[in-house]
């Protein structure tokens, strides 16, 4: 089992930039794959990023591909997600999440365990 904690939202211009955080507790933080969600209010949970085990590799929604980049660092049990150029449509809270199963997933059922979840609000 594996405890994920989020931080890093805020409220943000567009065009700004944030750098979400996710801290894990618990199980090996190497053994997990990583991802992060949204959801904005009315709307179903959507895909954001999700990296492998080692960081070597990466996935992105397209609409936040090419802005925002997924990182992590094992030593420290964390994952970050950098996000620039930050759009009022990014507005949502936003959701880190751990897979124990091999390979990358880019689906809510794809995880296992999920963060509590922390708001990102792009002002116009």
């Known amino acids: 089992q594996v405890q994920l904690v989020d931080a890093g939202g805020g409220l943000v211009q567009a065009g700004g930039s944030l750098r979400l955080s996710c801290a894990a507790s618990g199980r090996t933080f190497s053994d997990y794959a990583m991802g992060w969600f949204r959801q904005a209010p009315g709307k179903e949970r959507e895909f954001v990023a999700t990296i492998n085990w080692s960081g070597g590799a990466t996935a992105y929604a397209d609409t936040v591909k090419d802005r925002f980049a997924i990182s992590r660092d094992n030593a420290k049990n964390m994952m970050f997600l950098q996000m620039n150029s930050l759009k009022p449509e990014d507005t949502a809270v936003y959701y880190c999440?751990?897979?124990?199963?091999?390979?990358?997933?880019?689906?809510?059922?794809?995880?296992?365990?999920w963060g509590q979840g922390t708001q990102v609000t792009v002002s116009s």
């Open positions: 999440a751990a897979r124990s199963r091999a390979g990358l997933a880019v689906t809510t059922s794809g995880y296992d365990y």
